[in-house]
């Protein structure tokens, strides 16, 4: 991991990392924080900051209300000055400029742009969805679903780009439709035979030879399905396998089968399939 955060003090809120970027919900205030952004960073406010004060590449201060939905962008390189004088709840991503250049390229078929941040106190209401979705993440605490983690920050950096950047004046590449026989039998495989592994959207989109925009939404119109819940449904039908037909330590079945933890594990069973790995590993004789 290339810690995309360390400027933001670990203090202030749980952090996560991903192949396609980094985010952090961090609750603070009153404060004030300045730095060189090591990173792209995009942040939206989950609750209203009066007399919020703000310095982008500038010794001249802004002062302006930010309401909850405020989007606020650093691109990276930038020198960063923000001071608030109430307690705040934000979420924060950190997307690596290679990661970013390579998403656009993908998306927009060029690898150069520019970010345009928007006026002090600018609302972008999509922006807010996305980011409570990952709030609602981070509030569930561990276990987290990583792959789902992944799919938001790749979905929110690909927003970022069509509505912040220079970008936003070129044609999206937009196929329709579901993912081909190949492409689907090739998924399949690279799931099962990675399933230990940390999947990510931008490598089962590039085993289907797609944008990571379009293997979502094609993913989803084959499957009915997000790509996280099908992956989890794949670790759990490997880990029940796994437990009820081998005397493995059931620590071991859940790095096989690619969670965290034994823990891990059994709190995702008992969500999903009303059972634990001790309780079918008990049974297992009487079937």
């Known amino acids: 991991m290339r810690d995309l955060l360390k400027s933001i003090p670990d ?4 952090k996560f990392e991903a192949e396609s970027g980094a985010v952090t919900r961090t609750r603070t205030g009153p404060n ?9 960073m995009a942040l939206v406010l989950l609750t209203p900051q009066p007399d919020r004060e703000v310095a982008l590449n500038s010794d001249r201060k802004s ?8 989007v606020e962008i650093v691109p990276a390189d930038s020198e960063l000055f923000a001071r608030w004088r109430t307690a705040k709840e934000n979420l924060l991503l950190a997307l690596a400029p290679d990661k970013l250049s390579a998403l656009a390229g993908l998306e927009f078929q060029t690898e150069d742009f520019e970010f345009r ?5 600018h609302v972008d209401e999509k922006a807010l969805l996305l980011a409570s979705l990952i709030r609602e993440e981070f509030q569930k605490g561990e276990p987290s679903n990583r792959l789902y983690f992944d799919s938001l920050i790749t979905v929110f950096s690909t927003y970022l780009l069509r509505n912040y950047s220079t970008l936003g004046s070129r044609p999206q590449h937009q196929s329709q439709g579901g993912l081909s026989a190949k492409a689907w039998r090739d998924i399949q495989d690279y799931i099962r035979a990675n399933l230990a592994d940390e ?7 590039m085993v289907a030879g797609l944008s990571p925009s379009h293997f979502l939404r094609a993913f989803r119109q084959t499957t009915g399905q997000p790509p996280h819940q099908y992956v989890l449904a794949t670790r759990l039908e490997m880990a029940e396998q796994l437990v009820v037909s081998t005397d493995l330590p059931l620590s071991m079945v859940a790095r096989l089968a690619g969670f965290s933890n034994h823990s891990h594990m059994t709190a995702s069973m008992r969500q999903h399939k009303s059972t634990t ?8 004789g009487n079937r």
Do not use: D, K, N, Q
Request: aromatic fraction near 8%.
């Open 11 to 14: 203090a202030w809120g749980p």
């Open 117 to 121: 941040p928007p006026e002090g106190g």
């Open 63 to 70: 002062v302006f209300m930010a309401p909850v939905g405020t």
């Open 277 to 284: 790995p001790s309780t079918l590993r008990r049974t297992r």
């Open 32 to 40: 004030e924080i300045g730095f060189r952004a090591p990173t792209h």
């Open 199 to 205: 999947l990510s959207v931008e490598r089962l989109a």
